[in-house]
């Protein structure tokens, strides 16, 4: 796969603002995610800009923690967080359509996160961004589709 960036979206039956509360509680991302299982905000971080918190993430093969800082959070607009020192920034943004809510998740694989590949796999490099990319393509359609039940419910 070639693009180090990917986005989808869906249309979501609620208000932007009642979706923005929804996707910035981190401590429910378990509960959409494919890969992410449980989200823990550190002691005093309620989700504002330069908050921190840790992800206990299992793809079936192997499990991981993840520390991520929040970088965009306008209620009813955007909630977006970087992974690591600057690895991976994930992020949904939200826009008022007919109907409810176009809900966009992204995923970009910064320059950090492409270095931190190379340092820590060498010749095995690009086969780990390859399926760290297939995984960000397929997981985010799957993603989408399960806030959009929740948040529907």
């Excluded at 002691?43 to 800082?69: L, P």
């Amino acid at each position: 796969m070639d693009s180090l960036t990917h986005s989808a979206s869906i249309v979501v039956r609620t208000s932007p603002e009642a979706l923005y509360d929804l996707l910035s509680d981190v401590t429910r991302t378990g509960e959409w995610s494919p890969v992410c299982r449980e989200c823990a905000w550190d002691v005093d971080a309620s989700g504002q800009v330069g908050d921190w918190f840790t992800g206990r993430n299992d793809n079936g093969t192997r499990e991981w923690e993840t520390r991520s800082q929040v970088v965009a959070a306008e209620p009813g607009r955007e909630f977006a967080w970087v992974v690591g020192e600057g690895w991976v920034r994930w992020g949904y943004t939200l826009d008022a359509v007919d109907g409810g809510t176009q809900l966009t998740e992204s995923w970009e694989l910064l320059p950090a996160g492409l270095q931190r590949f190379h340092d820590r796999y060498g010749n095995d490099a690009q086969r780990e961004i390859d399926e760290r990319t297939r995984a960000a393509h397929e997981g985010i359609p799957v993603t989408l589709e399960a806030i959009k039940r929740i948040a529907e419910a």
